[in-house]
């Protein structure tokens, strides 16, 4: 087996196994009754984490020699995307927002802001899930696994170092359909609708890459939506009815 056979296996196994594991056990015991730590905890852990996942990732696209910040110049027509992509994502998270039940957003505002004194974690939060989350999806895990498939599927061996960028072939449709399950997968428990609305999500993020081959567009947009959706969700927290706070 090839060595980067090999890293997209063991990738596969942290990211599109434990990681989801363990976020589903946590979805689980949060809707049992589970006591959920402070959210300036929470924020301390989140990051600790992250740090984590930066780590395993980057060592891992060392060893493959993935080139995850190359690409082009980023064109007009991309820094046009993201401010359009963040406000078509904001209104999705207020839609959804509205018809999500009440006990669910119960669980979401435990370790979302309620209050302004807390965008200062929440900002180190959304920057450490905007770059952190496209390094692993959209960077390593991208080029990793379509390094594996694109032989099995009859297209042209990928260059070599891997690279972000490129044509969208089937092999990259089905990179990013591992990709997207493993990321939804990952912020499991927060609804169908969430979950449909995280799947696209992540596809713009992985087409804003493909594009560009560049990570920073995509980062860019993830960091933007996080921490304008921490804002949104202040606003949520004061309006919630006394069985929401």
């Known amino acids: 087996m090839h060595t980067t056979d090999l890293l997209a296996a063991w990738y596969l196994f942290l990211f599109l196994g434990f990681v989801p594991y363990a976020a589903i056990k946590s979805a689980r015991a949060v809707r049992a009754g589970a006591a959920v730590p402070p959210r300036s905890t929470t924020y301390r852990r989140t990051l600790i984490t992250e740090l984590i996942f930066l780590a395993v990732s980057l060592f891992a696209g060392h060893a493959a020699e993935i080139d995850l910040w190359g690409g ?56 450490a899930a905007g770059v952190v989350e496209e390094v692993v999806y959209r960077g390593v895990m991208a080029a990793l696994v379509l390094t594996a498939l694109t032989g099995r599927m009859g297209g042209a061996p990928p260059p070599w170092p891997p690279t972000l960028g490129g044509d969208f072939s089937l092999a990259w449709w089905a990179t990013v359909a591992v990709c997207v399950t493993a990321f939804v997968l990952g912020h499991a428990g927060q609804g169908l609708p969430r979950a449909v609305f995280l799947s696209v999500f992540a596809i713009a993020c992985h087409v804003l890459v493909r594009a560009t081959g560049s990570l920073y567009p995509a980062i860019a947009f993830h960091f933007l939506y996080d921490f304008c959706g921490g804002i949104a969700y202040i606003r949520f927290a004061r309006k919630a009815t006394p069985e929401t706070a």
Do not use: C, Y
């Open 72 to 127: 082009d110049e980023v064109g007009l027509g991309v820094a046009a995307a993201v401010p359009i992509l963040l406000v078509l994502a904001l209104v999705a998270l207020h839609g959804i927002w509205n018809i999500t039940p009440e006990d669910r957003k119960r669980r979401l505002l435990l370790t979302r802001p309620q209050e302004t004194g807390e965008l200062g974690w929440w900002f180190l939060v959304s920057l």
